[in-house]
């Protein structure tokens, strides 16, 4: 399977995460999961990087990994920490699709950051590929959302940040794994690094125990759910890297609005899919995508 499919089922996971964080809220005590995503994205590339990692301890041990081992941890951060945190609570609050939605700038600060600094120059054919897949997504808008209550405009301040955590994330990994090309042992390094920082985050100020014991009170299906999803997306985008560029693996990304309002449907319900509405935009996604693909 080539970047591109593996940037599709990543899209897809994430999707289903979307969902699942909202379905898990209901039921949250602590944190909604963040905490238990982060522990089984380390758990289960720590596994995969042991069993069939490319990347050995001997090479680990050379000066030529300080460098990429470093960006790992900081795309970690970006990714684990940042992105993640801010996804969780964005969602919440406006709900998976708005959330999902505004993911979708991520390509608007890869695309600038890829340039300046991993000299990525996309061609025309991506250009327009990424074009049209972000024109679907405007599209799928439609109507304005209502912005009223600072909640709501929390909402959408933190899914915007969250975006812009994402694609430094995506930048900072593609040049990792120009160095240390295993994208396992990537994603251990990133999730063991948002790990140690959540745990130093909680341990420090007021009631360390009682934040400590919050982190791990939110065990429930939808939050197991919503941590496999979250650990298969990271992976399958640590493995798109590999031989996509940050630019196509952000656009194919954009295709996560339309798995989340198939999957909110199905799980959260509601209103239908409005065929007008979802339909065309489908159709402009899936032309930018066979173009990005092709």
Known sequence: MGGEGFALL???AYGLAGVSIVKGKASARGDNGVFLSVVLTAAVSGLLWLGWGQVTVAVLATSAAVEPVAVFIAAGLFSMVLGRTTMYRATEQIGPVAASLLRRLTPVFALPIGVIFLSEIPEGQTI???GLVIAAVMIYIGKPVPNSGQTIRLGWLL????AASYAVSYVLRSHGLDHLPDAAFGTFMGAMAGLIWLLGLNIIGANPRLRLRKLLLDRGPWHWLTALALSAG??????ALKSASVVVVATLGSLEVFFTALLGAILIGGPGLRAGRIWLPACVAFTGTALLVW
């Not at 899914?159 to 969250?162: D, N």
């Not at 990271?234 to 493995?239: E, G, K, R, S, Y």
């Open 10 to 12: 990543a899209a897809l």
């Open 128 to 130: 327009l590929g990424a």
């Open 159 to 162: 899914g915007i940040g969250s």
């Open 234 to 239: 990271q992976l399958l985008q640590f493995f």
